[in-house]
């Protein structure tokens, strides 16, 4: 049986994988432009994301949730740290959190296009 609720790819996650990703991506654009001083947001979102991984039946969105966690932990940790690294290596750990993040969100508008607002709304 081939499943595609979501709009996505046939199997690729049920409507229910898809209804968790929208209630994250609705957390993920609330999140823009809060205070992310000392990570625990992001840290805390990690952890949900994380969650909902273990909860969706679907092996793509699970491993596109998990990578997604996997960038939040790592921003959290770089914000929560003051790094004596130098420049060069704290802004590579920055982009490769943030294409686990950014990268990862375009994965699962892939995935489940209408879990996100059309780019018009």
Same mark, same amino acid.
């Given at each position: ?12 996650? *049920?409507? *229910? ?6 209630e994250l991506s609705e ?39 998990? *990578? ?35 990268? *990862? ?17």
């Amino acid at each position: 049986m081939i499943i595609s609720s979501c709009g996505g790819e046939p199997g690729s996650a *049920t409507a *229910t994988d898809c209804e968790i990703v929208a209630e994250l991506s609705e957390e993920f654009r609330a999140m823009d432009g809060r205070d992310q001083t000392g990570g625990d947001i992001n840290a805390r979102f990690a952890e949900k994301v994380r969650a909902a991984a273990h909860s969706v039946s679907g092996a793509q969105v699970r491993d596109e949730l998990t *990578t997604w966690a996997e960038g939040f932990s790592t921003l959290s940790q770089i914000q929560r740290t003051h790094s004596s690294s130098p420049v060069a290596d704290e802004r590579a750990q920055l982009m490769e959190a943030g294409e686990a993040i950014y990268g *990862t969100a375009d994965q699962l508008r892939s995935t489940c296009p209408n879990a996100w607002p059309s780019a018009s709304g």
